[in-house]
């Protein structure tokens, strides 16, 4: 994965988004285990394994890319770089313009409303 990070890095020429497929997801625990078990030690008997609450903003997952947007390829064939959604600047800016003058209302309706015009997958 690492070897990936730094390949996509001299593929990007600045500002596109790069999707790399990464091979089978390996869960965080099988993960843990194994580097116990390759270090000599045994897991949950040399060294215990601690489950903690995740954190604010942090994810179980990660959603890759929309339906709607999906990818092309690169010269690397685990390397996708992303087709982005076009936006018009006059109505984002228009739109960002409408959230600040909400923001303070404090009215949610309206600011989720506004924020689905400008973001139509948004919620």
Same mark, same amino acid.
């Given at each position: 994965?690492?070897? @990936?990070? !730094?390949?996509?890095?001299?593929?990007?020429?600045?500002?596109?988004? @790069?999707? !790399?497929?990464?091979?089978?997801?390996?869960?965080?625990?099988? @993960?843990?285990?194994?580097?116990?078990?390759?270090?000599?030690?045994?897991?949950?008997?040399?060294?215990?394994?601690?489950?903690?609450?995740p954190r604010p903003g942090e994810k179980f997952f990660e959603e890759i890319l929309m339906a709607e947007e999906g990818v092309v390829s690169t010269q690397h064939q685990k390397i996708f770089m992303a087709k982005l959604a076009r936006v018009d600047r006059d109505l984002l800016n228009s739109g960002l313009e409408k959230l600040k003058k909400q923001a303070d209302s404090g009215d949610k309706e309206t600011i989720i409303k506004i924020l689905k015009e400008l973001i139509p997958s948004y919620g």
């Open positions: 994965a690492c070897l @990936l990070v !730094l390949q996509a890095g001299a593929i990007g020429r600045g500002g596109e988004v @790069l999707v !790399l497929d990464m091979g089978k997801p390996i869960r965080i625990l099988d @993960l843990a285990r194994e580097m116990i078990r390759l270090s000599g030690l045994e897991p949950d008997k040399d060294i215990p394994i601690v489950f903690t609450e």
